[in-house]
């Protein structure tokens, strides 16, 4: 019994060429139908232009995922962070009296990295 072709699409290697072909056009706001249109006016034909599109917006897909967790976790880090140590710094003076600092900019800053990273904010 023969695989599909679904299932048996193996993933092919293109020259580096038509990779950064694909990828600036993409990083220049093309759409990715068009860029495949561009490949195939370049030589390629049609499926392995749109598996060419395809293999660089999954990987752009799997950077940009692994950049957003990166920033949820610093974000979340900076923000309990902040509140461990205004925590500390409040039971401490509080032992012996006199003031006590409050991580504002870290808890501020770290809650508003996390949220927009959560939610997917590119800023």
Known sequence: MAPSDA?????????DAVYSFAAE????????????????????DEESAADVV???????AK???????????LG???CVGGIVLSVVSYVASSER?????????AIVYGGILFFRALFNDES
């Open 97 to 105: 009296g006199g003031s006590f600092a409050v991580m504002t900019g």
């Open 63 to 73: 950077s940009h995922d692994a950049s957003r967790r990166r920033r949820m976790w």
């Open 7 to 15: 299932t048996a699409k193996t993933r092919r290697v293109y020259s």
């Open 76 to 78: 979340g880090i900076l």
């Open 54 to 60: 395809d293999q660089l917006c999954a990987a752009r």
């Open 25 to 44: 056009q993409l990083q220049h706001s093309e759409s990715s139908l068009h860029v495949q249109a561009m490949l195939v006016a370049k030589g390629l």
